[in-house]
């Protein structure tokens, strides 16, 4: 792929959750392409399978490794193959996330008359399910926080070592409609401040990017209509964006660069760094 910049990442081991996705598919390929031995987790043998067939095909080193970023018992295994084939791990991306359709509203505003609601279609904060919520958080947070406990064993007072979480735009400001996404991320945020106080003392970096608005398959049906032009909701999105445009996965390549390098960010810790197109800048006036 083409780099913005290319940091020295051979011999270094970097374990990827959720490597498989339209925006960590591209992580994978910049880790790879600095000579990175990249371990895959993932629960989809097939997708795995895909991914490390296409990073071998373009030079690079990857095993894929099915796991479960929930299931401790999981984590513990796909430790041991890591240690087993690649060795101990140097950087661990926990890209592994989402959203769920029982987390979110249909409405931005609750009225007067919704809470007599008998519509099934229409959803306000007191049609929720708590499973939905508590899908949304578990994949989110317990996500990051299980494969980071297990992973960073590795990293104690060893030089270079580092995790990088997948926050959210959200996070800063949360949108209308998904609350259980903006409150999870919004956990992953401190919680990488958090683990950036804790690991401080043993050598270890812990920081985080929060992409703003990239057109992923989980997010599609959201910003595009049928025939591909913008729902409204994505017309919201870019009226707020000061670059007018959505994001392209490749432009998050260079902050991941940049925090996994120790030479450009040895000094650089427990911070959240947004890939936004200005958004989070932009109050609306």
């Given amino acids: ?32 392409a600095c000579g990175a031995k990249i371990a895959l987790l993932g629960r989809s043998k097939e997708k795995l399978d ?25 984590l513990r295994k796909a430790h041991g193959e890591v240690l087993e084939k690649l060795g101990p791990c140097d950087i661990l991306l926990n890209g592994a996330g989402g959203n769920h359709p029982k987390g979110n509203t249909t409405k931005e505003y609750l009225f007067e008359e919704d809470l007599n609601n008998t ?3 229409i959803k306000t904060l007191f049609d929720l399910e708590e499973d939905g919520i508590r899908f949304v958080f578990d994949l989110n947070f317990l996500g990051t926080f299980l494969p980071t406990q297990e992973f960073v064993k590795d990293m104690v007072e060893r030089k270079g070592c580092t995790v ?36 401080s003392k043993v050598g270890i970096r812990v920081n985080g990017i929060a992409p703003g608005f990239f057109l992923t398959s989980q997010n599609e049906a959201l910003l595009l209509n049928e025939d591909g032009s913008y ?27 940049f925090l996994v390098s120790e ?17 989070s800048a932009y109050s609306g006036v």
């Fill in 231 to 257: 729902t409204d909701r994505s017309k919201k999105i870019i009226a707020g964006t000061p670059m007018d445009r959505f994001g392209e996965p490749e432009e998050l390549v260079g902050v991941l660069l």
């Fill in 164 to 199: 990088i979480n997948i926050s959210s735009m959200n996070a800063y400001t949360p949108l209308t409609k998904i609350p259980a996404y903006s409150g999870a991320k919004a956990a992953v945020s401190n919680l990488t401040e958090w683990l950036a106080v804790h690991l």
């Fill in 50 to 74: 895909e991914k490390v067939r296409e990073v071998v095909e373009n030079g690079g080193t990857a095993i894929g490794i099915e796991a479960d970023v929930l299931n401790k018992e999981s």
């Fill in 1 to 32: 792929m083409n780099l913005p910049f290319r940091v020295d990442l051979k011999d270094k081991v970097a374990v990827v959750t959720g490597g498989t996705g339209v925006l960590g598919s591209i992580w994978v390929d910049a880790l790879a």
């Fill in 119 to 121: 519509d099934d279609n």
């Fill in 263 to 279: 030479e450009a960010s040895s000094f650089v810790n427990g911070v959240v760094i947004p890939v936004d197109g200005g958004f």
